[in-house]
């Protein structure tokens, strides 16, 4: 299979998602920030394992824009210890009823590959599942969603937080991944999804280099027709091209957000919602005239 760069690139379609029998549309790029429930982060400055951190953190979040929030309990970066379902749970539980109560017109996503997980989150009122492992670690995730109609992110990812970085070996990195996504939404389908969002997985069983070589071809996911969304907020291919610490790439995720948004995103999951809007904002304008 070979894939060719598309001319016409840019945020060009209004996406309409399920959500628990109410239609949401994309019409714009979407802000979806990050509420990292845990005390283990690569970006150490995210971590929020306080309720305190919590509330102020998504208060922050909408307060600047933001129109979605991900909230995670589990720690997923190279090589993260793995923590049972009970306690994942208890991480997530403050920000999950304060955001559900607090901002019922945001639309609530829980980060989570544990079906017990998904099921409690669900149970509450959360909007979304946003999976890492794409249905390979939990494939009861797919009809888990699907019986609660609510859409789906499906991820790219090999293995587990703890071996992924050993299962980066590509010999065609595009075809392996586009292929490797195919195969998975075909099973989400078929357990009775309709509503995907699809997220290339920049730095799960990637390294900095083929999250480069990913990106520069990211229009290519377009082909699926789902809405894509894109997490590349302070990662290691930002920080470690220029030679930098996650604290300092800011200003190069804003430029790589500015570029996704010209290969097709349509969410943009930020640990920095403010700039984030304002990066959608300048290229809305830019866009319209």
Known sequence: ???????????????????????????????????????DSFYPDSQSSTIEKQQ???????????????????????????????????????????ALESYPEVK????????????????????LINDISGGLINPELFSIAATYQVPYVLMHMRGNPQTMAQLNHYDNLLQEVMNELGTQIEKA???????????????????????????????????????????????SLIYKTLGIEASESLNGTSVLNTLALDKGASILRVHDVKEAVEVVKLWERIRST
């Open 1 to 39: 299979m070979e894939f060719l760069r598309s001319e016409n690139t840019h945020f060009s379609r209004d996406w309409a998602l399920n959500i628990r029998g109410k239609l949401f549309t994309i019409s714009t790029p979407q802000v979806m920030g990050i509420v990292n429930c845990t005390p």
């Open 56 to 98: 102020k953190l998504i208060d922050l979040h909408i307060q600047n824009g933001a129109t979605w929030l991900d909230i995670g309990g589990y720690s997923s970066r190279p090589g993260a210890e793995h923590i049972s379902e009970k306690d994942e749970i208890e991480r997530i539980q403050f920000a999950v009823s304060y």
């Open 108 to 127: 609530i996503s829980v980060d989570t590959f544990q079906s017990e997980v998904a099921n409690y989150a669900l149970e509450q009122g959360v909007h």
């Open 189 to 235: 389908r078929a357990a009775g999804l309709k509503d995907l969002i699809i997220d290339p997985g920049f730095g799960f069983a990637k390294n900095s280099e083929q999250n480069l070589e990913l990106f520069s071809f990211m229009e290519a996911f377009q082909l699926f027709n789902y809405p894509i969304l894109v997490g590349i907020s302070r990662k």
